[in-house]
């Protein structure tokens, strides 16, 4: 049995409090600013500050496609899906007339391209997927974009809607004969916001035996680290709990795969990583890379997944200790990786940039052979 895990970032269409800023701090100053003032009431000297801010903010300037634009014009409001187009008039349906902020944009074709890429090269029987925006878009991709590279769609798709409501949803695809007998969904996080899941399913395999898989995605916060690392570590606990249950239970053939959004030296993975049995596949003997060209084929940075390997460690495929020991083959592509610095490694020649590349999150495989157990 071959099972993988990948974080697409999305397939089709991103929310923008995803993607990375690379505006200067000025024009960070501007916009808010901007976004400020229209929140004031109008007089003269709002007016000409914000005239003055729509020529430094380029506002007459368009970068990328976006699905909905305001044109100037009778304030129509111009409606662009993905193979059609059309206008409408503001006042035909309503009477607002105004502006309106686009929650998502849309992902450049070729990345969609290379997603599908390393999937069909990787070719697992079970995948897990994160960051996946909806249903529909998983359904497109699976039956259309997956065919263009020779790879034959998942025959069952599971998503799951989380409580976040950015689209970095959790999904599921079996084929080959897998089948998804029972799902459960945990709490292992609750904030104000958001509440934060992990999915465990239960697999039957061809031949009869049963995995039990646990789907996780860790909290993730780059501005306060030290509240993400509390909420993390909580996680991380909530889960060994239940993978412990499940080992009290006789359960044998436990995967636990996902985006845990830290290193694995982080204290905050602590309760898997050190205080259970579960083994990181990554550092099975039979784990193959390509490694890092020149020099950093010798080197090993903090929190890369081995020596060679020089990326940081975010995505993981954790096996019971049985698993483990019956790893035939495993190993991680990430050659939808765009390397932005040094270390260098080997991408698709169709890759040109940045917004080609298919995540910056590598997929992570392993070969399996079960044990006997069918619970």
């Known amino acids: 049995m071959k099972i993988a895990t990948f974080n697409v970032q999305n397939l089709f269409h991103r929310d923008r409090s995803l993607i990375q800023r690379t505006v200067g701090k000025c024009v960070s100053d501007w916009i808010m600013e901007f976004d400020t003032l229209l929140t004031k009431e109008k007089c003269s000297t709002n007016t000409e500050r914000l005239k003055e801010l729509s020529f430094l903010l380029d506002f007459d300037k368009t970068y990328q496609n976006p699905y909905v634009v305001m044109r100037k014009k009778a304030g129509e409001l111009y409606l662009k899906g ?31 391209n290379h997603k599908a890429m390393v999937i069909s090269e990787i070719n697992p029987d079970i ?41 970095r949803n959790q999904a599921l695809l079996l084929k080959n004969g897998y089948q998804l007998e029972t799902i459960k969904i945990h709490t292992i996080d609750e904030t104000e916001t958001a ?29 306060d680290k030290e509240k993400a690392f509390e909420i993390r570590k909580n996680q991380a606990y909530q889960v060994s709990v239940i993978y412990k249950m499940l080992q009290m239970q006789a359960k044998a053939n436990i995967v636990i795969a996902g985006t845990l959004n830290a290193p694995s030296y982080c204290n905050s993975l602590a309760p898997l990583l050190q205080e259970t049995d579960l083994k990181d596949i990554s550092k099975n003997k039979t784990f193959n890379v390509d490694f890092d060209e020149g020099k950093d084929a010798t080197y090993f940075r903090l929190g890369a997944y081995r020596m060679g390997v020089n990326i940081k460690q975010e995505d993981y495929l954790l096996l019971s200790h049985e698993l483990f020991s019956n790893v035939k083959s495993s190993g991680l592509n990430r050659k ?9 490694w080997r991408i698709y020649s169709t890759i ?24």
């Open 352 to 375: 040109h940039n940045k917004n080609q590349a298919a995540s910056g999150h590598p997929g992570v495989w392993g070969n399996l052979q079960f044990l006997d157990n069918t619970l």
């Open 82 to 112: 993905m193979n059609y187009s059309k206008e409408l008039k503001s006042g035909e349906l309503t009477d607002w007339n105004g502006w309106i902020k686009v929650r998502t944009v849309p992902i450049d074709p070729e990345s969609t």
């Open 195 to 223: 509440t934060q899941e992990l999915l465990e399913y239960k697999i039957s395999t061809p031949k009869g035996k049963c995995i039990h898989l646990l789907s996780a995605y860790f909290y993730e916060n780059k501005l």
């Open 127 to 167: 995948l897990v997927m994160q960051e996946v925006e909806d249903k529909m878009s998983l359904d497109e991709f699976n039956n259309f974009i997956l065919a263009k590279f020779s790879c034959e769609p998942f025959s069952e798709i599971i998503l799951i809607p989380n409580s976040e409501g950015r689209g």
């Open 336 to 344: 939808g990786v765009w390397p932005e610095k040094r270390p260098n």
